[in-house]
């Protein structure tokens, strides 16, 4: 994908110094968010008022809002002008204003709940990733991921947490298409240790149950304990909404694979306990927010980044050598066939072949000399780069 087929599809920008400031959205009711097409004409009258209302307040005070950012902002100027994090544009002053690394607090500046949207119904492993990630946060469910991306570009959450890759069932495919699709950054990543429950209604005994409800990862993820007990396994969207089902319908041979919180929230009887086969089963999910932060060196750091290349040897070979000349570990890559021109005939004319993007993580900050060096290298030959984020690793024990 070229970077001028991207920028036609480019959203509006908001301007640099521009503060998210509470309105009717701050009181958003603890429901699933579900668009509606017929409220869009209001919610962009709703940011185009803060805007105006925004601009009088810096043209009264006779400031342009960047005083306060943090020192290292300009030494980063260079490096963030070859490498935006809006594909779009080389303008900084086009560019949202950043966050620090050293304001990733759980609680927004006036001391309210930050507003953490995340995929699935109460009790989802998802939710429990957001209260993990942002301690003292308003967890609100969203139907779906497209769903919770809107809702931090829209302004109704202050982020979202959304998972990107299992350690037994692999990445979660949908979520690196969105990636790209809207226009968030990545702030941070946060690691979850998943560990299912088989969940039955109250009275109900494990030789009761003839069948069961779950995510299909979780299912599979189970597979070896639900064969063993003979169960038929149905797939549903999310293990919080299989506990839902079956305690909202009142089941009596049918159980549900979700988590301790679901059986709490939904009342349901914890049948068995740790039934996944794996013992090492972790999720790893990131923080999306309107804002990339500012990197920094004070702690280790992970940068995530998308790119494509032509076609020919040893070129994705190239592109990976960029980074192990100056002894860059990358943790992740990742292909994606290219969704609008997946297919392109070769010049030779022995067939026609995918384009690919490629997505890949390594352990360093832009605010790193050596990684801004092996950007540079690897734009001389990429015909579409971009930035998603430069952010903390998680370091945490699981």
Same mark, same amino acid.
């Given at each position: 994908?070229?970077?001028?087929?991207?920028?036609?599809?480019?959203?509006?920008? &908001?301007?640099p110094n521009f503060v998210s400031k509470p309105s009717q959205s701050d009181h958003f009711p603890k429901t699933a968010l579900n668009f509606d097409p017929r409220f869009k004409r209001c919610r962009i009258a709703l940011v185009l008022a803060s805007l105006?209302?925004?601009?009088?307040? %810096?043209?009264?005070?006779?400031?342009?809002?960047?005083?306060?950012?943090?020192?290292?902002?300009? /030494?980063?100027?260079? @490096?963030?002008?070859?490498?935006?994090?809006?594909?779009?544009?080389?303008?900084?002053?086009?560019?949202?204003?950043?966050?620090?690394?050293?304001?990733?607090?759980?609680?927004?500046?006036?001391?309210?709940?930050?507003?953490?949207?995340?995929?699935?119904?109460?009790?989802?492993?998802?939710?429990? @990733?957001?209260?993990?990630?942002?301690?003292?946060?308003? @967890?609100?469910?969203?139907?779906?991921?497209?769903?919770?991306?809107?809702?931090?570009?829209?302004?109704? *959450?202050?982020?979202?947490?959304?998972?990107?890759?299992?350690?037994?069932?692999?990445?979660?495919?949908?979520?690196?298409?969105?990636?790209?699709?809207?226009?968030?950054?990545?702030?941070?990543?946060?690691?979850?240790?998943?560990?299912?429950?088989?969940?039955?209604?109250?009275?109900?005994?494990? /030789?009761?149950?003839?069948?069961?409800?779950?995510?299909?990862?979780?299912?599979?993820?189970?597979?070896?304990?639900?064969?063993?007990?003979?169960?038929?396994? /149905?797939?549903?969207?999310?293990?919080?909404?299989?506990?839902?089902?079956?305690?909202?319908?009142?089941?009596?041979?049918?159980?549900?694979?979700?988590?301790?919180?679901?059986?709490?929230?939904?009342?349901?009887?914890?049948?068995?306990?740790?039934?996944?086969?794996?013992?090492?089963?972790?999720?790893?999910?990131?923080?999306?927010? %309107?804002?990339?932060?500012?990197?920094?060196?004070? %702690?280790? &750091?992970?940068?995530?980044?998308? &790119?494509?290349?032509?076609?020919?040897?040893?070129?994705?070979?190239?592109?990976?050598?960029?980074?192990?000349?100056?002894?860059?570990?990358?943790?992740?890559? /990742?292909?994606?066939?290219? %969704?609008?021109?997946?297919?392109?005939?070769?010049?030779?004319?022995?067939?026609?072949?995918?384009?690919?993007?490629?997505?890949?993580?390594?352990?360093?900050?832009?605010?790193?000399?050596?990684?801004?060096? @092996?950007?540079?290298?690897?734009?001389?030959?990429?015909? &579409?780069?971009? *930035?998603?984020?430069?952010?903390?690793?998680?370091?945490?024990?699981?």
């Amino acid at each position: 994908m070229a970077a001028s087929s991207v920028a036609r599809s480019a959203t509006t920008r &908001f301007p640099p110094n521009f503060v998210s400031k509470p309105s009717q959205s701050d009181h958003f009711p603890k429901t699933a968010l579900n668009f509606d097409p017929r409220f869009k004409r209001c919610r962009i009258a709703l940011v185009l008022a803060s805007l105006r209302s925004d601009d009088n307040d %810096r043209s009264r005070n006779g400031g342009d809002g960047h005083n306060h950012l943090v020192g290292g902002a300009l /030494e980063l100027d260079s @490096a963030l002008e070859d490498f935006p994090y809006d594909v779009v544009s080389k303008d900084l002053h086009t560019l949202p204003r950043p966050l620090s690394s050293t304001h990733l607090s759980n609680s927004v500046s006036d001391g309210s709940r930050l507003r953490v949207a995340y995929q699935g119904v109460r009790g989802a492993y998802s939710e429990s @990733a957001a209260e993990k990630a942002y301690p003292n946060c308003e @967890a609100v469910p969203c139907e779906q991921f497209d769903t919770a991306f809107e809702a931090v570009e829209r302004w109704l *959450v202050d982020r979202a947490v959304l998972p990107i890759e299992n350690s037994l069932g692999g990445s979660i495919h949908r979520n690196y298409d969105l990636l790209l699709r809207h226009r968030l950054h990545i702030v941070g990543e946060v690691k979850l240790a998943v560990r299912h429950c088989l969940l039955a209604n109250h009275g109900v005994e494990v /030789e009761d149950l003839k069948r069961v409800l779950s995510h299909p990862q979780a299912l599979s993820q189970c597979e070896h304990t639900l064969t063993k007990l003979g169960l038929v396994r /149905e797939a549903v969207d999310d293990t919080a909404g299989a506990a839902k089902h079956v305690a909202f319908h009142k089941l009596k041979n049918t159980g549900a694979v979700a988590s301790s919180a679901a059986a709490d929230i939904y009342g349901l009887t914890i049948l068995a306990q740790d039934i996944q086969d794996d013992c090492d089963n972790v999720t790893r999910f990131l923080m999306l927010a %309107r804002e990339p932060i500012i990197p920094g060196t004070d %702690r280790p &750091f992970k940068t995530s980044i998308v &790119f494509s290349l032509e076609e020919g040897p040893g070129v994705l070979f190239k592109a990976l050598a960029v980074f192990a000349l100056r002894q860059i570990n990358l943790t992740k890559i /990742e292909s994606r066939p290219l %969704r609008k021109q997946p297919l392109r005939a070769s010049d030779d004319n022995n067939g026609r072949y995918f384009d690919y993007l490629f997505y890949a993580d390594f352990e360093a900050s832009m605010a790193d000399q050596s990684a801004q060096n @092996a950007l540079r290298h690897l734009k001389e030959f990429a015909t &579409f780069l971009r *930035v998603l984020g430069s952010y903390p690793m998680d370091r945490s024990m699981i």
